[in-house]
């Protein structure tokens, strides 16, 4: 069974950073993609940040670039998002989700796994 946990969430103030990480168990990491999306209240989903099965790619949502790095450690099965100088505007529920192929892509219908979240609350 594919699980995916997301941790890491909290209560920051601008400006500040933030790590998540995202366990991963039930499948081979090196075999799929996988990607950090977001909800923000009352918003819909959003993409943030995606990456390839091998670690080797990685690509980002115009509003993180340059701030958010998304690495993964397939060997720990850990997929991680490191957040620097958040603004207010990444107030959200942070989600990790497996693709269904091995590059990733901001499509939100190639995820077919998702974790359960982790709040990201940032405060001015």
């Known amino acids: 069974e594919v699980q995916l946990v997301e941790s890491g969430g909290g209560f920051v103030q601008v400006g500040e950073s933030l790590r998540l990480s995202c366990a991963i168990s039930?499948?081979?990491?090196?075999?799929?993609?996988m990607s950090w999306v977001r909800r923000p209240p009352g918003k819909g989903l959003e993409w943030v940040s995606g990456?390839?099965?091998?670690?080797?790619?990685?690509t980002y949502a115009d509003s993180v670039k340059g701030r958010f790095t998304i690495h993964r450690d397939n060997a720990k099965k850990t997929l991680y998002l490191q957040m620097n100088s958040l603004k207010l505007e990444d107030t959200a529920e942070y989600y990790c989700?497996?693709?269904?192929?091995?590059?990733?892509?901001?499509?939100?219908?190639?995820?077919?796994?998702w974790g359960q979240g982790t709040q990201v609350t940032v405060s001015s």
């Open positions: 039930g499948f081979t990491p090196n075999s799929y993609a």
């Open positions: 990456i390839n099965a091998d670690g080797d790619t990685q």
């Open positions: 989700a497996k693709s269904v192929f091995n590059f990733a892509s901001s499509r939100l219908e190639e995820y077919n796994h």
